[in-house]
């Protein structure tokens, strides 16, 4: 039995990069277009990505979850937890886009405060998930109605996004979280989509971390 589901794993790069940003805005310079650039570029990779599992989940996983056993009251107070992220990821999203066209120093502190209140809605809304959910998905990873569901989600990005995804979730991934990615998604299709398709990331957005 897998220790981590791909769910956790997915849930450890969203965690990493909203330390990122705020670390980085903590540290960007007023009038510093150049990395406010640079950070732009990575918000529009997470905004994406953030979009896209939560989207998935609602269309995807819920529909299968309660189809497995899941009760409708979780359900119900993981979409609240969904709809108050969503307004936090709008603020920071318009927040962001404000830094990138012109970062003044107000810009750059309300950029901020904002991911700190993304951030807040999210880590609550994770560990929620997780705590909930996640020994029910071990327990019935061998589930049909669990795989299907699981295939179903990996269809959600299709080569290059695909490659930029698996670059992603791994960038600063732990050894568990690594290993239970190889356990859930087959090796060669974690290095033909990583190292064919993920280039873009590596060019454009890993460097912004570094």
């Given at each position: ?9 997915i849930?450890?790069?969203f965690r990493?990069?909203l330390?990122?940003f705020?670390?980085a805005l903590a540290t960007l310079a007023?009038g510093?277009?150049?990395r406010a650039g640079?950070l ?7 905004y ?12 995807i996983?819920?529909p299968?979850?309660?189809k497995?056993g ?24 318009e927040?962001?886009?404000t830094v ?6 107000e810009d750059?502190k ?10 807040t809605?999210?880590?609550?809304h994770?560990d929620?998930?997780?705590a ?8 019935n990873?061998?589930?049909?109605i669990i ?6 989600m ?6 290059p ?8 979730v791994?960038?600063?991934?732990t ?7 190889r ?9 033909i ?5 993920g ?8 460097p912004?971390w570094r």
């Amino acid at each position: 039995m897998a220790e981590m589901s791909m769910n956790r794993v997915i849930h450890g790069a969203f965690r990493r990069d909203l330390n990122r940003f705020d670390s980085a805005l903590a540290t960007l310079a007023a009038g510093d277009s150049r990395r406010a650039g640079q950070l732009g570029v990575a918000w529009d990779n997470f905004y994406k990505q953030l979009t896209v599992h939560h989207h998935s989940e609602h269309r995807i996983a819920w529909p299968a979850l309660r189809k497995a056993g899941v009760s409708e009251e979780l359900i119900t107070q993981l979409d609240a937890e969904h709809d108050k992220m969503a307004k936090a990821l709008d603020a920071a999203n318009e927040a962001m886009r404000t830094v990138r066209r012109t970062p003044t120093a107000e810009d750059i502190k309300n950029a901020r405060e904002a991911i700190g209140a993304l951030r807040t809605a999210a880590v609550e809304h994770l560990d929620h998930e997780e705590a909930e959910l996640e020994p029910f998905l071990l327990e019935n990873e061998n589930n049909p109605i669990i795989k299907s569901m699981g295939r179903e989600m990996g269809r959600e990005f299709k080569p290059p996004e695909a490659g930029v995804f698996f670059a992603w979730v791994q960038d600063g991934a732990t050894s568990d979280e690594n290993d239970a990615l190889r356990r859930t998604v087959p090796g060669p299709v974690i290095m033909i989509m990583g190292r064919v398709f993920g280039g873009k990331y590596r060019r454009t957005i890993a460097p912004v971390w570094r």
